[in-house]
């Protein structure tokens, strides 16, 4: 049997253990593979990091639109008589330039260096917030559904200016949406019950601009609701799509990324030592999760001509699936790829994708992972975990649901 198949199934692809397993024989056996699945319109799919990452960087080449993430055929059908495009959506993500560029530039200085640094101090108080919090919690809790979860939502959601209490429907949205294929967070397994999802979404960052139309604030919800591109206001599906990719790009990634970042450190003890002894090293071992999580599973693209990747030739109009954890494990780029190395020469990881659509937030995701860990290890002693963490069923977003640990400050 064909194994490329396994990367639509949501019960392999979110298991660490079963991912890498056929992301390691898809690499070296069948780094260009055809894919061919009754759910779905077939797809190429890519594993060799050279190959993700000259794509990635090539945008007049190999088009974000029409097809940007795997969905299945019936809920393209749906999206596409609701919204008028089969992409339901049209964020940064479905774009392609010109329009690209002019929208990114709505919010790029927001997201550049210096402006995400200003805001540490808030986050800093946030990672505090959740440190506290875990220390509350006496001795054990649920390091996914308690701590890891919550914090990146909470700054994300101070960054825009969603209000504390709405926190909640937010999380309940975004897990709808990114766990559409694991039974216990999806809404349902029928074409509207997505559709629902977006349709909760739209109302609620619809009133949101409405509000800050009348009530400006120093937020990203001003920022955007107050936009102009090319001297007009924004169009509503361009503007509420940028409040859905903000607020959902947002934290389930960064989210994942400490929690499987805490995970490895567990399971490293070696590491967890020395980033005690040197504090220093939460910048780089922040990178090196990042690798090592890599929780943005893919990402598609089409081609405008002929292709030839790895002796295997791709007509143009074909839709190829760069997968990003595959890339970061692979031996030809990273040495000992399968060993988590908070010192790593992470410059090469693809994990925030790369070139024109580059994430937008890696500054902010970056700052998040890294002063999560500076807060947290110099005030605990031990953490272990007590029983086997439980994953996101998902080809998409995924990483942990649940990781249940011991620990003592
Ligand atoms: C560890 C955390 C994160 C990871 C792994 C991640 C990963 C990615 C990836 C792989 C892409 C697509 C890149 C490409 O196509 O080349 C992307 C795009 C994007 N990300 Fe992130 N992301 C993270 C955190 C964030 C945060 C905190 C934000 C904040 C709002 C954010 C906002 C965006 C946006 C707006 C885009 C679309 C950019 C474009 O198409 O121009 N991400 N991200």
Request: proline share 5%; with cysteine.
């Amino acid at each position: 049997m064909n194994r490329n198949l396994d990367l639509l199934d949501p019960m392999i692809m979110g298991n660490e253990t079963s991912m890498y397993s056929l992301f390691d024989y898809l690499r070296d056996s069948d780094p260009v593979t055809y894919v061919e699945h009754p759910d779905y319109e077939p797809f190429w799919a890519l594993t060799r990091h050279q190959d993700i990452k000259f794509i990635s960087q090539n945008n007049d080449r190999f088009l974000n639109n029409p097809r940007t993430v795997l969905v299945q055929q019936e809920f393209e059908k749906a999206l596409l008589e609701q919204f008028g495009t089969r992409n339901g959506l049209e964020t940064l993500i479905h774009m392609d330039a010109p329009k690209h560029r002019k929208l990114r530039g709505v919010t790029r200085e927001w997201f550049k260096p210096g402006p995400i640094g200003n805001l540490s101090g808030d986050v800093q108080a946030i990672a505090k917030e959740s440190v506290d919090k875990m220390e509350g919690l006496g001795g054990e809790c649920d390091f996914v559904k308690e701590i890891s979860l919550l914090y990146p939502l909470r700054v994300i959601m101070s960054i825009i200016g969603v209000a504390p209490e709405e926190e909640a429907m937010m999380l309940k949205l975004t897990q709808e949406l990114f766990g559409a294929a694991d039974p216990s967070q999806s809404r349902g397994t029928e074409a509207g019950d997505g559709l629902g999802v977006l349709m909760d979404f739209f109302t609620y960052f619809t009133a949101l601009v409405e509000d800050r139309k009348s009530n400006p604030r120093d937020d990203l919800a001003t920022v955007l609701a107050t936009a102009l591109v090319d001297g007009e206001p924004m169009e509503q599906l361009d503007q509420i799509s940028y409040f859905i990719i903000a607020a959902t790009a947002g934290h389930d990634t960064t989210s994942a990324t400490v929690g499987g970042g805490m995970k490895a450190l567990m399971e490293h003890p070696e590491q967890l030592r020395k980033l005690k002894e040197h504090p220093e090293l939460c910048n780089s071992a922040a990178r090196e999760m990042i690798r090592w999580t890599a929780p943005v599973r893919h990402m598609m693209r089409t081609t405008t001509q002929e292709e030839v990747f790895q002796g295997q030739s791709i007509k143009a109009g074909e839709s190829l699936c760069l997968w990003y954890p595959a890339a970061n494990r692979d031996a030809e780029v990273f040495s000992n790829p399968d060993v988590f190395d908070i010192e790593r020469d992470n410059r090469n990881q693809l994990a925030f994708g790369y070139g024109g659509h580059m994430c937008l937030g890696q500054h902010l995701a970056m700052l998040e992972v890294e002063l999560f860990f500076r807060e947290l290890l110099p005030r605990i002693q031990h953490i272990e975990m007590i029983e086997n963490p439980d994953w996101v069923q998902a080809i998409f977003v995924g990483g942990l649901k649940s990781m249940p640990v011991r620990y003592r400050f």
